[in-house]
């Protein structure tokens, strides 16, 4: 069988993803004052749930992202019936989002390094109109969920 | 502009990015000067302004870039964050879904909600064609405005209109700055909205779930900080709605977006090209006289 996967990708993805638990840590703990060794924990099973839902991509035949196999493993182990949910659930919560994104916006603001010039050319217009897709998205869901929401009585 | 055809492709193109500490070290500088700044509130007029540390270290990590006497950053390591970027994505998403399996009681309660505010997904197309329209965009519209332009969109582009197409020459415009602007963005306008618009916390923590990882948690991590309270709830719920908005969003796109937005596109393009000919005939004579 050839899953196209070689050893040398998923060791390469498990460094990125260590050195990531650690800047995540150090950040967390920067930002939170949360104990550096249980936020390291809680990398570690953000990231371990990643590499199994990259995994799992490359070897089912299915052309599905590995992104959804990453948020359904995720649901599923904190679900209350699951047996490692209450381990899981504490040591997760003490990685917060803010620290996760402060990093990838770190990564993606060198990644834009070379597309700098590209975001000239397409300038102001592109990002007004990038600016009211986001709004449009966000706010008529945001409308939506509250006619739904003060109709079946939840709020 | 770059144009990435798969993403996973770019994933497997690491080219040993691990070993780049001088990489990593930069961005561990990043985030603890953002970390130690915090979150701060700005009172502007009455509105509060959420700033997050996902705005500084960004803005950090740009000025890296162009920092001239910062030799080791350069159009290599831009390269290996790309690839870097999309592996984050993981734990990112993971920490989202196992809010959403924590909380699953409160979540099956607003079920309905849930699912019918996935619709307000189409808003992009009435608050942005028009907009685009006025701009100037053509046919690149129908590629920008149709959806908020991610992965699950992006095949459905590419297939459907053709590589080279200004349809999708517009989806990857909205793509590319959404994937870097669209996150602090949404941040700030999650905490203005809250302000200036008082929905009820759920409605926008459901609302923040619109199907890019990212996005959604710069989006609840700005509300949890206005609704601490409720932060538990908030992120469960857009949780989960990015998981359904990921996993409907290219039936969505083909059979509900696409079609609409090229029905707004005709209806609208022949009454806006006359408002912005005009305004180009204006401007043509001026360059002529000159």
Redesign the interface.
């Known amino acids: 069988m050839n899953f196209n996967l070689s050893i040398s990708?998923i060791i390469?993805?498990i460094?990125?993803?260590?050195?990531?638990s650690i800047?995540?840590a150090?950040?967390?703990y920067?930002?939170f004052q949360y104990p550096l060794q249980e936020a390291l924990i809680g990398?570690f099973?953000?990231?371990f749930?990643?590499?199994l839902?990259?995994i799992i991509?490359k070897i089912l035949p299915w052309n599905v992202?590995?992104?959804?196999y990453?948020?359904?493993?995720?649901?599923?182990?904190?679900?209350?019936w699951?047996p490692v949910?209450a381990p899981?659930?504490y040591y997760?919560s003490k990685?917060?989002?803010?620290?996760?994104?402060?990093?990838?916006?770190?990564?993606?603001?060198?990644?834009?390094?070379?597309?700098?010039k590209?975001?000239k050319?397409?300038g102001i217009?592109?990002?007004?109109?990038?600016?009211?897709?986001?709004?449009?998205?966000?706010?008529?869901?945001?409308?939506?969920?509250?006619v739904?929401?003060?109709y079946?009585g939840?709020? | 502009m770059p144009v990435k055809t798969k993403y996973n492709s770019e994933m497997d193109d690491l080219n040993g990015a691990c070993k780049d500490y001088k990489l990593h070290l930069t961005v561990l500088l990043c985030i603890v000067i953002a970390e130690y700044i915090g979150v701060i509130s700005l009172d502007l007029a009455g509105i509060s302004i959420v700033l997050m540390p996902l705005l500084y270290s960004l803005v950090l990590a740009i000025a890296f870039y162009i920092a001239k006497p910062i030799t080791w950053i350069s159009e290599d390591q831009s390269e290996k964050s790309t690839a870097i970027m999309m592996l984050l994505i993981g734990p990112l998403l993971a920490k989202l879904a196992i809010a959403s399996g924590q909380n699953i009681g409160i979540i099956f309660n607003a079920g309905p909600a849930i699912l019918l505010q996935e619709v307000g997904n189409l808003g992009t197309i009435f608050a942005a064609m028009p907009i685009a329209l006025l701009l100037g965009f053509k046919r690149e519209a129908i590629g920008m405005t149709s959806s908020i332009c991610r992965e699950p969109q992006m095949a459905v582009v590419i297939d459907k209109f053709g590589f080279a197409s200004p349809e999708t020459k517009g989806f990857f415009t909205v793509f590319l700055i959404g994937t870097v602007l669209g996150t602090p963005f949404i941040s700030l306008l999650t905490s203005v909205l809250a302000y200036l618009i008082p929905l009820h916390p759920f409605a926008y923590g459901m609302a923040c779930g619109i199907g890019s990882a990212s996005m959604n948690a710069a989006a609840v991590a700005s509300l949890a900080t206005i609704y601490p309270q409720y932060a538990v709830e908030m992120e469960a719920f857009s949780g989960m709605a990015n998981l359904i908005a990921m996993v409907t969003g290219m039936y969505v796109y083909i059979f509900v977006a696409l079609p609409l937005t090229e029905r707004l596109y005709n209806l609208l393009e022949p009454i806006i090209s006359k408002i912005t000919d005009k305004k180009l005939k204006i401007e043509g004579e001026t360059v002529n006289e000159l």
Request: with cysteine; aromatic share 8%.
């Open positions: 990708t390469e993805w460094g990125i993803l260590l050195i990531f800047m995540t150090i950040g967390n920067v930002g990398m099973i953000l990231c749930i990643s590499l839902g990259l991509e992202p590995s992104i959804l990453i948020s359904i493993i995720g649901l599923l182990i904190a679900l209350p699951s949910s899981v659930i997760t990685v917060d989002l803010i620290s996760i994104t402060a990093i990838l916006l770190a990564y993606a603001g060198i990644a834009m390094g070379k597309d700098l590209d975001f050319k397409v217009k592109g990002i007004i109109v990038t600016c009211f897709v986001i709004f449009g998205t966000y706010f008529a869901s945001a409308l939506i969920a509250q739904v929401l003060s079946t939840m709020i």
